[in-house]
């Protein structure tokens, strides 16, 4: 079956250096990915999507890549903030389906060092 | 900033009961789910719901469950007969249009703790 999921479940870093956040998905039908942030008490909020005929795209501070040969997909987030601490979660949308239902992985918690 | 807003924020409620959780989606918007995390857990999709029916639904989403649109900007989630396990924060989201991979805006969650 499809599934999303992430490699580190915790990522501590030092405020200002670079972060890396790393997801693994099994279905290569999926063609649309999308990075939440969750902080505490909240819902998911959109960072970052990508679709699969793109292998890079940029927002502020952050970057997605897609690697659809290996399946892989990663969160980059420069000059990382204290704000940054959070659960960040990657999502598919089901490419089976025609309902837009998003499929997440278990998280990585980053913690921001001061 | 349109958002999408959620009542109550904390429901506690005794198994066996019944609960409804009340979200109200961004105005435009055409497509509506409910997902769940259990604390600590991935967050997992429940339903979807466009039209006026449901499109989808997870193995979750059992007849204990049920989902309703009732005047045009409410969308609700009921539970029939709560168990321990229901306890979760439940997010309702929404989207203007799935098939041009708009953003799902998810609203700030219920928690719901069933004793």
């Known amino acids: 079956g499809e599934s999303v999921g992430l490699h580190l479940p915790t990522l501590s870093v030092q405020e200002g250096d670079n972060s890396i956040i790393n997801c693994a998905y099994s279905n290569s039908a999926s063609d649309y990915f999308i990075w939440y942030k969750q902080e505490s008490g909240k819902g998911p909020q959109f960072i970052i999507d990508i679709r699969s005929n793109m292998d890079k795209r940029q927002g502020q501070r952050v970057t997605v890549l897609l690697n659809k040969t290996v399946k892989h997909l990663s969160l980059q987030i420069a000059a990382t903030q204290p704000g940054d601490s959070a659960v960040y979660f990657c999502?598919?949308?089901?490419?089976?389906?025609?309902?837009?239902?998003?499929?997440f992985g278990q998280g990585t918690t980053l913690q921001v060092k001061p | 900033e349109p958002e999408v807003t959620q009542t109550p924020s904390h429901q506690v409620t005794q198994m066996g009961q019944e609960v409804i959780l009340r979200c109200v989606p961004i105005?435009?918007?055409?497509?509506f789910y409910w997902y769940r995390q259990i604390l600590g857990q991935k967050v997992e999709f429940l339903v979807s719901?466009?039209?006026?029916?449901?499109?989808?639904k997870s193995e979750i989403f059992d007849d204990q469950f049920s989902v309703e649109r009732p005047d045009g900007s409410n969308f609700t989630l009921k539970i029939r007969s709560t168990k321990l396990e229901d306890s979760a924060m439940y997010f309702c989201a929404s989207t203007l249009d799935y098939f041009s991979y708009n953003e799902q805006f998810f609203g700030p969650g219920t928690r719901l703790t069933v004793l």
């Open positions: 999502a598919e949308i089901d490419g089976s389906g025609n309902t837009g239902k998003l499929i």
């Open positions: 105005s435009n918007h055409l497509y």
């Open positions: 719901f466009y039209n006026n029916e449901i499109s989808e």
